[in-house]
């Protein structure tokens, strides 16, 4: 059984770029949720999808938007990079009632130059 | 809002060496809480949970109480190994039905385990 698995593993962009990080989740999971980790920092909250909706936002901006598929996929979009923005992104899936164990992907580690 | 706060590291111990990593929290009611643990290179894996006052969460060694009343979860372990070595990452979920399971994370600690 797969566990949550995100592509691509390093990604590397300038100021002002636009990018997308993708998410699959864990098999039976129905929940999709993204977070931001600084380096030396733990993980902040950015939103979660559940039915294809946003369900639930974090203190960022617009410029992170997110997609979740039928298949219960995600995609994480963020525009006009800044370099604060270099960070690892993490997807967690999960299902069921909210405090059932979210699972985590590796992690995508985005670098804004 | 809810907030996390854990002990300053990194922590540097000898194999076989008690383990504490403090953590407190401030959130309404009674949150959900979580110890992660994240190894070079890895995504976060769950380590151990409580979600009620006074349970006991328990794995691998690791143990960890929650109390309400001083809002604590401390992370222990009797006797660490080298392959202990990681980040260590303390987080709630809130109670009620609208957080829909939204983490919120600690600093982190990174612990060293020599030989």
């Known amino acids: 059984d797969a566990g949550v698995t995100q592509s691509p593993t390093h990604l590397i962009k300038t100021r002002g770029q636009q990018v997308t990080l993708r998410c699959s989740p864990k098999?039976?999971?129905?929940?999709v949720s993204w977070y931001q980790q600084a380096l030396g920092q733990g993980p902040q909250f950015i939103f979660q999808y559940y039915e294809e909706e946003e369900r639930q936002r974090g203190n960022f901006p617009d410029r992170f938007s997110g997609h979740q598929f039928p298949n219960y996929s995600s995609e994480l979009n963020v525009n006009a990079l800044l370099l604060g923005d270099s960070a690892l992104y993490l997807c967690?899936?999960?299902?069921?009632?909210?405090?059932?164990?979210?699972?985590f992907g590796p992690g995508t580690r985005l670098t804004v130059l | 809002g809810d907030s996390v706060t854990q002990m300053e590291g990194p922590v540097t111990l000898s194999e076989e060496a008690f383990l504490t990593i403090n953590c407190t929290y401030t959130?309404?009611?009674?949150?959900?809480l979580f110890w992660y643990v994240q190894y070079p290179g890895e995504g976060l894996q769950l380590l151990l949970k409580a979600t009620k006052a006074d349970d006991k969460g328990s794995n691998k060694g690791f143990e960890a109480t929650y109390r309400k009343e001083t809002t604590s979860f401390h992370l222990e372990k009797g006797s660490v190994q080298v392959s202990d070595s990681a980040v260590y990452f303390c987080a709630l979920t809130p109670a009620g039905g609208t957080s829909y399971g939204k983490l919120t994370f600690g600093q982190g600690t990174i612990l060293t385990v020599h030989p």
């Open positions: 959130a309404t009611g009674y949150p959900s």
């Open positions: 098999s039976g999971h129905d929940t």
């Open positions: 967690a899936s999960s299902w069921g009632t909210p405090r059932r164990e979210q699972f």
